[in-house]
């Protein structure tokens, strides 16, 4: 597979433009006596230049130029997308030389701009199909009989070529889209492996790919998301995790009991402590989805882009996430030293943890999976007041909300209220952080009124 999308004239695949007229060829055929002017004379046929244009780059091109520096920049560039220079045959070393000298040669003329483009595309798709070779070639290495640490080093450099690669085509970007999905359906086939693989091979699966937790659900999943919403679906981050590292479901479900326990014990430690804190309901939110999410999600929002809306209600803007936790944590802590201080009933008690519960859900702290974080608040509370979290995981919501509070009706009522709410009614959560910005979060609200709109009256695909 060659690295470089060079085609000479006489080899014309579908689509390619024609050769220069043959008055431009002969005033090209001094220029093209060179090695070096034969490969860009291609190379600005395949992209579409005009002749003139192409006459123009190839009469200021300077063989002469090139140099040990240039090489090592070409070296430098090449590496960025996972693939050494000295990966590519002389001949296609040399043509990346020269494309790439060019690129720099003509990038400052604004004249030439997009003959710069065009070319740095070429280059860079090149490149790209070469470290898809190159990954391929490691992952067949894999499959060769050797030693478990011979093993272990080609598979880390797998799995770092793929990082590398990574870095370099993001979906987002419209030319490399169907290469990030290639990317994606060659680490599925990886993942794929380790699920069969027994003994130390899958040992030495699990330990890299704890080790390369970032690259994949920080790179791969998020991306993954966030190419699938674009494309107007709304995907599980569950489900793309489970997909990205083909997870069978007793896997899913044996990670679901694993957070469910050690959830429960941080509550038992926790109902001993005088007061809660920020830290306790971001820590029940990590325990609770280790290995469900994406590492980078186990926090709180606070980053300018991760905006939040859920059914039809916008979350609290990243900036002031961390001031409203603080301010209900305040009044929780408040309710705790009204309890100690003067007693409060058992109803009072039920129906103030309900609303801590809905008003955690309202702000919407994490990137994903609130709600539970938000019922694991309300199980904190409660088990201040004598229930005992169970180990077991319950898939009925409801059943398990009048569990913990005690079927309390008005309490449970809230609840059920609050879940409409965010159904049916658009709204934010109207705190302390709130005030003086509610022209912005309307506005936010309207903005998201007009794009469901137009995404109901989208026309139906062919």
């Known amino acids: 597979m060659p690295a470089m999308p060079v085609q000479r004239p006489h080899e014309r695949g579908p689509g390619t433009p024609p050769p220069l007229p043959p008055e431009v060829e002969g005033a090209l055929s ?158 599925k086939t990886v993942t794929s492996e380790r699920v069969v693989a027994e003994g130390p091979v899958r040992e030495v699966y699990d330990e890299l790919f704890a080790e390369f937790r970032d690259f994949i659900e920080d790179e791969l999943v998020a991306k993954e998301m966030w190419r699938r919403s674009r494309a107007g679906g709304e995907p599980s981050v569950e489900h793309v995790m489970r997909e990205i590292y083909g997870r069978t479901t007793e896997e899913v479900e044996a990670i679901k009991r694993r957070n469910r326990e050690r959830v429960t014990a941080r509550i038992a430690e926790l109902t001993e402590e005088p007061y809660l804190t920020v830290e306790a309901i971001r820590e029940l939110h990590a325990l609770n989805n280790e290995d469900l999410l994406p590492q980078g999600q186990l926090r709180f929002r ?101 569990k913990v509070l005690n079927d309390n009706p008005v309490a449970i009522g809230l609840v059920a209220y609050e879940h409409f709410r965010i159904k049916y009614v658009p709204g934010y959560f109207e705190g302390k952080t709130t005030r003086g910005k509610e022209k912005f979060y309307d506005r936010v609200l309207e903005v998201i009124a007009e794009q469901r709109r137009a995404y109901r009256q989208r026309p139906a695909a062919a």
């Open 30 to 187: 001094v220029e093209r006596e060179g090695k070096d002017q034969r490969i860009l004379h291609d190379v600005l046929i395949r992209a579409g230049l005009p002749p003139q244009a192409a006459l123009e780059v190839i009469a200021r091109y300077d063989a002469h130029a090139h140099d040990e520096e240039l090489r090592r920049s070409v070296a430098a560039f090449t590496k960025e997308f996972g693939v050494p220079l000295d990966a590519f045959d002389e001949a296609e070393q040399q043509q990346a030389t020269v494309l790439y000298h060019t690129i720099l040669e003509t990038r400052n003329d604004e004249s030439k701009q997009e003959v710069a483009t065009a070319i740095d595309r070429l280059l860079q798709q090149g490149i790209v199909r070469r470290a898809f070779g190159r990954i391929e070639g490691l992952r067949g290495q894999l499959q060769t009989p050797k030693g478990i640490e011979e093993f272990k080093a080609e598979l880390r450099e797998l799995l770092s070529s793929m990082r590398t690669l990574a870095t370099r085509i993001p979906p987002d970007e419209e030319r490399y889209e169907t290469h990030w999905v290639e990317l994606v359906e060659r680490f």
């Open 302 to 402: 606070e980053h300018e882009e991760e905006g939040i809306s859920f059914g039809q209600r916008f979350g609290t803007v990243p900036e002031d996430v961390r001031a409203e936790i603080e301010h209900l944590v305040e009044r929780v802590n408040a309710l705790i030293d009204e309890e100690v201080l003067k007693g409060v009933s058992g109803v009072r008690y039920e129906v103030a943890a309900a609303a801590f519960h809905n008003d955690l859900l309202d702000i919407h702290p994490f990137p994903d999976r609130n709600g539970s974080t938000a019922l694991l608040l309300l199980e904190l509370l409660m088990a201040r007041r004598e229930y005992a979290p169970p180990t077991e995981r319950d898939a009925d919501y409801y059943g398990r909300l009048r």
